[in-house]
């Protein structure tokens, strides 16, 4: 009903029922009758959808608050309100509502093709417009950067961009870093008094390091040291950025700051943080300026050139310097300090909740998936080997695994870590498949409903990574449009999606091959699934907040193994996360005292974890929420 003929009719009601009342009375139904139809108008402008939208099928506003304010899992959330108005949906679209807009989102890989690809019709929306002097404002310093900047300032980014991302992957960097993972697992281990073991912060402090080294040489040594200033200030910055208060009502965190003494604690230690970056960036081009001035002197003095550093030892920030100075038109005065400032906080973002997040979905897959655990453990140490020490793997090592490139990507696919686009707008009236779009619209990526789009993929909530051989259903989809869409698609897809790859790459394949023993059968407990295994009897998962914990209850597995038995288990741990180049002697005695494990303790061990992973706990606790989308 429209808003007029809403007041009208119950102005009319409260007429013809107010003869007989006093006065008084008269007043106070008159005003309470007006209090309520406004508030009832306000109710039905907030949960439905715009007018002008009114022709494609909504979700109830009302249901999926409910369910954010309960945290249902998002997988619940999708079942329950998104999947039926989809079915309902010709062309797969369905309207949802999104803080204050309703955005129209696409579950149609052909759709999804046309918007990802047709950049100008629908460019990025601006999502730092009302930002200006706000926290996240401030932190990503606005549009000027890869991630949202649009138009011709985004494709002169992403030109200087490109060649830091596809030159050789710093796989050694990630290979060392997974080495330093272990021995702080192990340290823990034996030093935790409360025996609990959190792998997802871990894991946290592994890509923390990883992109913090990668990306401008910049060593945050979480894995040593999770409470040192720089880590400690890292996630005190990064856990506002996601404060609801202030992500709902941005206006609170620029002009009334001044009501919120705790907030402007945070922005101070952003600014300090902020300067950290800014230091490290000026070093950083005054070191590259001088080494150039030195190589200009050399070969002017015709002194033989040394040998320059090969590109997979540089970090990001490095190349992007260089890149801006070789691009044809541009020199290094385009690519400002502001701009590389955003950029090195945008890489932050981008790249290390949602590689944290990977992981973790991986390790909980395998964990519940004994079968592709064990096939992708033997194919990694069919290329690996199974020696007594610690491999890293060659780039040429880790392009044969294939399997474990599968089990990758199915991950991603069940569990994208980015789940939806940035919206889209669209610059002009037009159609979207046989659909009317008007201009304005905010148009959105459903990459979860993609994914378990079941005309495309078979028992889509199973999780099978042969989907991904050669030849298989994902290559049956050639010209279905885009129905796999992890790291986005079209010009804008994820630039660091070969780091990502890699990354994981490396570290779970060092997962997947802890030496053991040779050749000894009785030994053939399965280390990658007692890893696994263990460090999953509790797993929780909150989109965009790795808060999730995947826990060793070190106690119970104790207890499990029995007290005379103690000692083997504080050995397995000790011995196959230690890493051998830094105790050399120790695994020579680790080797010559092997034999005298008693292996049925180990069996046992590992037969009582596998049984473990079944319990409802670790299936119960996976929980995703999708507060934030
Ligand atoms: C598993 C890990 C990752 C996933 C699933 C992922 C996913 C995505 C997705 C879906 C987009 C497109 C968003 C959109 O179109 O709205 C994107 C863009 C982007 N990603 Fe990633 N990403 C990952 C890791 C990384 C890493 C490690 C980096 C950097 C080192 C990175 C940097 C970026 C940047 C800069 C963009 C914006 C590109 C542009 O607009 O030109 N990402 N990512």
């Not at 092997?594 to 180990?602: A, K």
Request: proline letters at 5%; hydrophobic letters at 40%; aromatic letters at 10%.
């Amino acid at each position: 009903m429209e808003t007029n003929s809403i007041i009208l009719s119950t102005l009319k009601t409260i007429a013809k029922k107010s003869n007989n009342l006093s006065r008084p009375q008269k007043i106070l139904s008159i005003t309470t009758a007006i209090f309520a139809t406004l508030t009832f108008i306000l109710f039905k402008k907030t949960t439905s959808p715009p007018k002008r939208l009114k022709h494609i099928p909504s979700v109830s506003y009302v249901g999926m608050m409910l369910g954010y304010l309960k945290a249902q899992p998002l997988m619940e959330i999708t079942k329950k309100y998104i999947d039926p108005v989809i079915a309902k949906s010709p062309d797969g679209l369905y309207m949802r509502p999104s803080r204050k807009i309703w955005n129209i989102y696409v579950t149609e890989p052909e759709l999804a093709k046309i918007v990802y690809n047709k950049n100008d019709l629908f460019p990025k929306l601006d999502l730092t417009a009302n930002h200006a002097g706000t926290y996240s404002g401030k932190f990503s310093a606005r549009s000027n950067n890869l991630f949202f900047s649009t138009g011709a300032e985004w494709k002169r980014q992403r030109r200087i961009a490109n060649p830091a991302f596809h030159s050789a992957m710093p796989t050694n960097l990630f290979g060392q870093y997974t080495k330093k993972l272990f021995s702080s697992i192990a340290k823990s281990i034996t030093s935790n008094d409360s025996s609990l073991v959190d792998l997802s912060s871990f894991f946290t402090n592994y890509t923390l390091d990883v992109i913090g080294d990668a990306g401008f040489g910049f060593k945050f040594n979480s894995l040593q040291d999770s409470t040192s200033e720089y880590v400690l200030r890292y996630d005190k910055v990064t856990e506002a950025l996601m404060d609801p208060l202030f992500f709902f009502f941005p206006s609170l965190d620029a002009e009334y700051i001044w009501l919120f003494p705790k907030r402007q604690e945070v922005h101070k230690e952003l600014g300090v943080f902020l300067e950290m970056v800014r230091e490290i960036i000026a070093q950083k081009r005054l070191s590259l300026s001088e080494k150039k001035k030195l190589k200009e002197l050399a070969i002017a003095r015709g002194e033989a050139d040394t040998p320059s550093e090969k590109a997979s030892e540089k970090d990001i920030l490095t190349l992007l310097i260089e890149s801006a100075e070789t691009d044809e038109n541009h020199d290094i005065s385009d690519i400002s300090n502001d701009m590389l400032l955003s950029n090195m906080c945008v890489l932050f973002t981008a790249g290390h909740d949602t590689t944290t997040a990977a992981l973790l979905f991986f390790i909980y897959e395998l964990a519940i998936n004994q079968e592709i655990q064990e096939k992708a453990r033997k194919e990694i140490i069919s290329i690996l080997g199974d020696g007594t020490t610690d491999v890293l793997p060659t780039p040429e090592q880790l392009s044969k695994m294939d399997y474990l490139n599968m089990v990758i990507k199915e991950t991603l696919r069940l569990h994208s870590p980015v789940p939806i686009s940035s919206p889209r707008i669209a610059s002009e009236d037009c159609m979207l498949g046989q659909t009317f779009i008007p201009k304005g619209s905010t148009i959105v990526i459903d990459a979860i409903s993609i994914h378990r789009n079941s005309k495309y993929w078979s028992s889509p909530d199973l999780f099978n990574p042969d989907r991904f051989l050669p030849g298989g259903e994902a290559d049956q989809h050639a010209g279905s449009g885009l129905t796999y869409v992890p790291f986005g698609g079209g010009s804008r897809h994820c630039i660091g999606r070969n780091f990502a790859m890699n990354e994981q790459k490396m570290m779970l394949s060092m997962f997947g091959d802890f030496p053991q023993k040779p050749d000894g059968d009785d030994l053939q407990f399965n280390s990658i699934g007692t890893v696994f295994v263990a460090s999953l009897f509790l797993l929780e998962w909150f989109e965009y907040k790795p808060a999730g914990k995947a826990v060793i209850e070190l106690s119970e597995i104790q207890q499990l193994v029995g007290d005379d038995n103690k000692w083997n288990v504080d050995y397995f741990f000790n011995s196959h996360f230690l890493p051998s180049t830094e105790c050399l002697e120790g695994v020579q005695a680790i080797q010559s005292e092997i034999e005298e494990i008693p292996t049925r303790s180990l069996q046992l061990f590992q037969t009582k974890l596998y049984e473990a992973r079944f319990s409802d706990t670790l299936l119960e606790k996976d929980k995703r929420s999708s507060q934030w989308l």
